[in-house]
C-alpha cells in the first residue's frame, strides 16, 4: 500500500486539527483449544493463550503509533464467546456452581488483559438467538457477577438474526441481567451496564466494546481495526459552497471516509503483520467521542440540521452512514465489523447536549437506529425502570435488525437511583449522559409471552 506525499500531509493534518485516530485495535483469538472439564485448567488455558498471542500487541501497537503519528486510543482483545469455553466444566453443576465457574473465568480473562496491558476483552458472550443451551445459561445468570467483579471485561448476547428471528425468551433474560449489572455496581452509577451490550445479526470481526468477540470461522487469530474520524468528515462537509446538494454532500463524505480507511488499513496490516497473525477488516464506523469537534451530532447539524433529533436527522443520518460505507469500502478490501456511524448519548456530547434540550428523544433515537449501524447506544434511563420495560426496548431494537438484515445493538443503562432529566458523569470516553424517560405505557404484556418471534420471509433467500 503506497501512499502519496498529498495524502501523507492530508493525514498529518487530520490528526492535528480535525480529532483523527485509530479508535481500536483488536487481536481476535480463538479459545476452543481452552475448554477442559476442569475449572482449574480451563483458567489457566485462557490466561495462557492470551498471554502468548497478545503479550506483544501494546509494545508493538505504539511503535506503529510513533512510527506513523497516528494515534491508537485502545488496544484490545476479543475471544471465542465464553459459553462455548466454560461448556466442558459446567456440566453436571448446578446453576450456582456453575455461574461461580464462570466468573473464574471471566477473572482470568481480565487478568489476562491487566497483565499485558489490554485495555478491554470481548468475548464473555452466547450466541442464543435459535435457544438458550446450558452453557449460555450459565454464562447469562453470571454476568451481573463477572462484569462487576472485573475490570476490562465486556459480554453480549445475541438474541436475534435474520434468519431466526427474535428470541423474547433471550431478550427478557438479558433484560433482567442489565437491571441486576446496574444494580451490582450502584456505587459506579450503574456503569457495569454500560460493559454488556444486546445484539442482532453480530458479525464475528467487531473491534468495538462491549460487542466485540472472535466469531466462529475467523481462524485462531485476527487483527480487526476500529477508525474514528467526525472531526475529518465535518470539516469536509464545512469546506463545501454555501449552495451544495445532497450528492455532493455525499461525495465529500465519501472522499473522507476513503482516507480515514486507507489510515486504517495501513495501521491493521502492519501490525498483523508484526504479530504474525492475518489481518481481519477494518469497521467503516463513524465514531465519535466527548470532544469537541469529534461529534456525530455535530455532522448532521453540519449537513443541515438545527440540531441532531431535528425532523429530518434520520434522513440525514442515511446520507451519512451510506456515504461513508460506500468511500470506505473504496478503501479496503476487507470491509467488516458494524461499519456505520454510531450514535451514543453519553460518549457524543453534542448528542447528549439535543437529548438534554429535548431535540433527541428514545423514539427518535429508535428510527435513527434504521439507517446506521450499533442501534440504542449508552442511554441512560432511569433506574426504577422496571425489567420488562427494558425487554420491550430491546426487542423493539432487535425487530428493526431483523427486519432490515443488518446488526443493531442496546446498551441501557437504568441509573440507580437517577430519574429522567438528571445527569450522570460516567467519566474519560464514557462522557455524561442526561437521563431519558422511558414513558408510563407498558410493554410487559407483550414480552411476557416468549417464544421466539418468526424470521421475516424475506430471510428465506436459498
Known sequence: MLFSPEEILETISMIGKENFDIRAVTLGISLHDCASPSEKETCENVYRKICACAGRMVPEAEKLERKYGIPIINKRVSVTPISTVIAPCV??????????????????????????????????????????????AVLAGSLPRALSETERVCGSLNVATTQSGVNLDAVSLAARQVKMLAEATGKDKGFGAAKFVVLCNAPGDIPFMAGAFHGYGCGEAAVNVGVSGPGTVKAAVSALPPGADAAEVAEAVKRAAFKITRAGELVGRELAKNLGVPFGSVDLSLAPTTKTADSVAEVLEE?????????????????????????????????????????????????????????????????????????????????????????????????????????????????????????????????????????????????SRG??????????RN
Open 91 to 136: 456440566r453436571g453443576l448446578d446453576a450456582g456452581r456453575g455461574e461461580n465457574a464462570a466468573v473464574e473465568v471471566a477473572k482470568a480473562l481480565d487478568r489476562a488483559a491487566r497483565d499485558n496491558g489490554i485495555d478491554l476483552v470481548g468475548g464473555y458472550s452466547a450466541l442464543v438467538h435459535g435457544g438458550i443451551g446450558r452453557s449460555d
Open 303 to 447: 449537513i443541515g440540521l438545527t440540531r441532531a433529533g431535528a425532523p429530518g436527522s434520520t434522513a440525514a443520518l442515511y446520507l451519512l452512514t451510506n456515504a461513508m460505507k460506500s468511500g470506505g469500502a473504496m478503501a479496503t478490501r476487507r470491509a467488516g465489523g458494524y461499519s456505520g456511524a454510531f450514535i451514543p448519548v453519553s460518549e457524543d456530547a453534542r448528542m447528549n447536549d439535543a437529548v438534554e434540550s429535548g431535540a433527541m428523544t428514545l423514539p427518535k433515537l429508535e428510527a435513527m437506529t434504521s439507517v446506521c449501524s450499533v442501534g440504542l447506544d449508552m442511554i441512560a434511563i432511569p433506574g426504577a425502570t422496571p425489567w420488562e420495560a427494558i425487554a420491550a426496548i430491546v426487542a423493539d431494537e432487535m425487530a428493526i435488525g431483523v427486519a432490515n438484515n443488518k446488526c443493531t445493538g442496546a446498551r441501557l443503562i437504568p441509573v440507580p437511583g437517577g430519574k429522567a432529566g438528571e445527569t450522570v458523569d460516567f467519566g474519560g470516553l464514557f462522557g455524561k449522559a442526561t437521563i431519558i424517560g422511558v414513558g408510563s405505557e407498558s410493554g410487559a404484556r407483550f414480552v
Open 451 to 460: 417464544g421466539r418471534m418468526p424470521a421475516p420471509i424475506h430471510s428465506m
